[in-house]
């Protein structure tokens, strides 16, 4: 999803973070077998896909402004699976689902340092993600729609309204409640819209969509009001109003959009994550701000990442048979 509002600033390096790539066994076989062909993957998404949370040690993988990092999940599977899976990755920091479909995208992204005289600062626009698919391409991952449905915005508004409350009542769901299932059913349109074009692009290609990890904890309790590491000053309340009514229904939009396609499948890593949400201890989303000086605005962090491949890695195995 996008970072936060650019009148933010970046404020540092994050701390580090550590995930072992362990491949499955069922897998080493196959990295053995594709030793001689290789599958065309093709990975499209926003920054939930990207990585964009950088860690101590981690490279950007191409200077486009999409801020893709070496930690993300395309990059993690690319290792785990490379000798089976040729990755074309172009999933791009705050892409909308339009985006992915047919619209050029400004990227996000800022040259380090932010001061920068290269001619290209700030970043070009980068192409709309699905003209890397084609008729050879024959695997497809698509994380997106967090975007679409302004799920950074809303977060800001929370966050404002909850501290203008100090911290009492649901204020964000009754300023915003009202418009959320008009904003689902605007992810709704466009992402029928978004795999209709991906499978006349790619008739052969399967097309694994993935979902959002667990965010809010199910107990909003477990939040502290004003701590910045989780959410900040968004009420309780208006947590728990978060989860149940655009969290968890969104990813019910990507699913439910996921099965009129036949040629393509959803894959949930909400349940995995279910215990590793932004307030929980063992946390593979980070809150507002990563300690000890990165604002990170609620990603996903190497963790959750890992997560994510072991889950997807699956998935595309058995895409290919």
């Given amino acids: 999803m996008a970072r936060f509002p650019t009148r933010l600033a970046?404020?540092?390096?994050?701390?580090?973070?550590?995930?072992?790539?362990?491949?499955?066994?069922?897998?080493?076989?196959?990295?053995?077998?594709g030793a001689a062909t290789d599958y065309q993957w093709v990975a499209l998404g926003d920054s939930y896909t990207a990585?964009?949370?950088?860690?101590?040690?981690?490279?950007?993988?191409?200077?486009?402004?999409?801020?893709?990092?070496?930690?993300?999940?395309?990059?993690?599977?690319?290792r785990d699976l490379g000798g089976l899976f040729?990755?074309?990755?172009?999933?791009?920091?705050?892409?909308?689902?339009?985006?992915?479909?047919?619209?050029?995208?400004?990227?996000?992204?800022?040259?380090?340092?932010?001061?920068?005289?290269?001619p290209d600062y700030p970043f070009p626009p980068v192409p709309p993600q699905s003209t890397e698919v084609g008729a050879d391409t024959d695997v497809i991952t698509v994380g997106v729609g967090g975007n679409t449905l302004g799920f950074a915005d809303i977060l800001t508004k929370c966050m404002e309204l909850g501290g203008e409350n100090d911290g009492a009542g649901t204020p964000c769901k009754e300023a915003l409640g009202a418009g959320i299932q008009t904003r689902l059913n605007k992810v709704?349109?466009?992402y029928d819209r978004m795999l209709t074009e991906l499978h006349e692009r790619a008739p052969k290609a399967k097309i694994l969509t993935v979902g959002y990890p667990t965010i809010v904890p199910n107990d909003a309790s477990k939040c502290g009001y004003g701590d910045l590491t989780q959410f900040g000053t968004?009420?309780?309340?208006?947590?728990?109003?978060?989860?149940?009514?655009?969290?968890?229904?969104?990813?019910?939009?990507?699913?439910?959009?996921?099965?009129?396609?036949?040629?393509?499948?959803?894959?949930?890593?909400?349940?995995?994550?279910?215990?590793?949400?932004?307030?929980?201890?063992?946390?593979?989303?980070e809150g507002i701000v990563t300690l000890p000086d990165q604002l990170s605005f609620v990603h996903p962090n190497a963790l959750g990442h890992r997560n994510a491949a072991e889950h997807i890695e699956e998935a595309m195995v058995n895409a290919i048979g």
């Fill in 10 to 33: 970046l404020l540092g390096s994050a701390a580090a973070l550590t995930a072992g790539a362990i491949v499955p066994a069922q897998f080493v076989g196959a990295q053995t077998a």
């Fill in 51 to 78: 990585g964009v949370i950088r860690a101590a040690g981690d490279t950007f993988e191409a200077r486009d402004g999409c801020e893709r990092t070496d930690r993300s999940y395309p990059q993690a599977i690319d």
């Fill in 86 to 118: 040729d990755l074309i990755n172009v999933s791009c920091g705050a892409a909308t689902i339009e985006n992915v479909t047919d619209e050029a995208q400004f990227p996000i992204g800022r040259h380090l340092p932010p001061l920068s005289e290269d």
């Fill in 188 to 190: 709704s349109q466009e």
């Fill in 234 to 285: 968004i009420t309780q309340g208006d947590l728990a109003w978060l989860r149940t009514d655009v969290l968890e229904p969104l990813n019910k939009t990507i699913e439910k959009s996921t099965g009129t396609q036949e040629a393509a499948s959803f894959i949930d890593l909400y349940n995995s994550s279910r215990d590793h949400s932004v307030c929980d201890d063992t946390k593979w989303v």
